[in-house]
């Protein structure tokens, strides 16, 4: 089933590429904090603070939120996604009247 995208103007490419471009920017920079922090709790967690290794249950936690962070960009963000299509689908709503503000 193919569904016809339409043709978008130079500035809303530009914009969307922005836009995009910032959310996989901001998803870079989570992963780097991410990584930084948790060597941090690491190194804590060994020869410091406590006799468990305690440092996974931060790294499994906030590695959740760094998966579901990446999915949103990387999987949704994208143009060919699902919420591209309920945008799409919104759009053809309003378009015949429906549910109009």
């Not at 590695?63 to 299509?85: C, D, I, K, P, S």
């Amino acid at each position: 089933m193919s569904r016809m995208i339409p043709p978008r103007s130079p500035e809303a490419l530009e914009r969307l590429a922005h836009k995009r471009a910032a959310a996989k920017l901001g998803w870079y920079v989570h992963a780097f904090v991410f990584v930084i922090i948790n060597l941090v709790i690491l190194a804590l967690s060994r020869h410091g603070f406590g006799q468990r290794p305690w440092s996974v249950f931060p790294f499994f936690g906030w590695g959740v939120g760094l998966t579901l962070h990446g999915v949103a960009v990387f999987v949704l963000g994208n143009g060919n996604g699902l919420r591209e299509h309920l945008v799409q689908k919104e759009r053809e709503r309003l378009q015949r009247g429906h549910d109009a503000p």
